[in-house]
Nanobody
Framework: QVQLVESGGGLVQPGGSLRLSCAAS????????MGWYRQAPGKEREFVAY???????NHADSLKGRFTISSDNTKNTVYLQMNSLKPEEAAVYYC???????WGQGTLVTVAS
């Protein structure tokens, strides 16, 4: 059974930065994908970024240049560095692993002055 635990959310001012972490535990396929989604109040969950176990990354087009996904395979952990945050990016950020498909509980990011 795979579990994902996110951390790093919180309150940040517009233009600020946050780094989210997601640690996976349990029986994890060596060849895998981990990523981030987010869901703002009243909106659908949307894709943010993913990274493969081989280090290939993909980011939502609107976030390229400001958000960066990375990983530490030795720790089964992925990170999301978020820079120049905007108020409209306040949301619950969810971690996901593809094999098996499991979601984390989410971590809240609030962007406000």
């Amino acid at each position: 059974q795979v579990q994902l635990v996110e951390s790093g959310g919180g309150l940040v001012q517009p233009g600020g930065s946050l780094r989210l972490s997601c640690a996976a535990s349990g029986t994890i396929f060596r060849s895998n994908i981990m990523g981030w989604y987010r869901q703002a109040p009243g909106k659908e969950r949307e894709f943010v970024a993913y990274i493969t176990s081989g280090g290939v990354t993909n980011h939502a087009d609107s976030l390229k240049g400001r958000f960066t996904i990375s990983s530490d395979n030795t720790k089964n952990t992925v990170y999301l560095q978020m820079n120049s945050l905007k108020p409209e990016e306040a949301a619950v950020y969810y971690c996901k692993i593809w094999k098996p498909e499991v979601w984390g509980q989410g971590t809240l990011v609030t962007v406000a002055s």
